[in-house]
Structures are given as structure tokens and as C-alpha cells.
């Protein structure tokens, strides 16, 4: 079992940045993979970014250059900096972790964009 605690979302104007973090309940170094999902009002889940356990990334188009995922191992921590938020990147942000015969995902925090 793994407990998977998001933090950092909040209210932001357009152009501006946040930082997510998702803090789990053991050792990540021995996870498949983590990752950020996002939903936003109205639409399905979907995954946004995610990382490997040697520290490959990969992203979705609309975020590509704008966010960036990274773990620390040592704190057994994920992270998700996004910069040049837009009004369209509004949602709750999920953080999941895929241990290859199981995933754990948190409960989700909110974003959201507006002037």
C-alpha cells in the first residue's frame, strides 16, 4: 500500500507559476514510474507528465516547455513545476504512482487559473 499526498495547488492569474508536490508514504526509488494526471470540469482524466525510475520524462503536448517533472528520491517526493499557467490549465492535478502490478493515485488538488 501506498499513500500518495498532493500539495501546492491554489488560485493563480494567467502568465503565473506553482509548484505540486506529491509526498509518498515509502521509498520511491523502487517505483516503475510516477506521473501527473489533470482533470479539468466536464472532461476525462489525463495524464500530463510523467517520469521513470532512471528519470526519463515525458509530457503532453499543451505543457510541454511550460511544466516540468522531477522526483527526489531522498525525500520520497514528486514534483511538478508549472510556469506560463493558462486559464485552459484549470483542474484538479493527480499525482500517481505505477508500481507495474498496481497503481496508487492521491486525492488531488486543485488548480486554478484566473484573473
Known amino acids: 500500500q501506498v499513500q500518495l499526498v498532493e500539495s501546492g495547488g491554489g488560485l493563480v492569474q494567467p502568465g503565473g507559476s506553482l509548484r505540486l508536490s506529491c509526498a509518498a508514504s515509502?521509498?520511491?526509488?523502487?517505483?516503475?514510474?510516477m506521473a501527473w494526471y489533470r482533470q479539468a470540469p466536464g472532461k476525462e482524466r489525463e495524464l500530463i507528465a510523467d517520469i521513470t525510475s532512471s528519470g526519463s520524462t515525458a509530457y503532453v503536448d499543451s505543457v510541454r516547455g511550460r511544466f516540468s517533472i522531477s522526483r527526489d528520491n531522498t525525500k520520497n517526493t514528486l514534483y511538478l513545476q508549472m510556469n506560463s499557467l493558462k486559464p485552459e490549465d484549470t483542474a484538479v492535478y493527480y499525482c500517481?504512482?505505477?508500481?507495474?502490478?498496481?497503481?496508487?493515485w492521491g486525492q488531488g488538488t486543485q488548480v486554478t487559473v484566473s484573473s
Open positions: 515509502r521509498y520511491i526509488f523502487s517505483f516503475n514510474a
Open positions: 500517481n504512482a505505477d508500481l507495474a502490478t498496481v497503481q496508487f
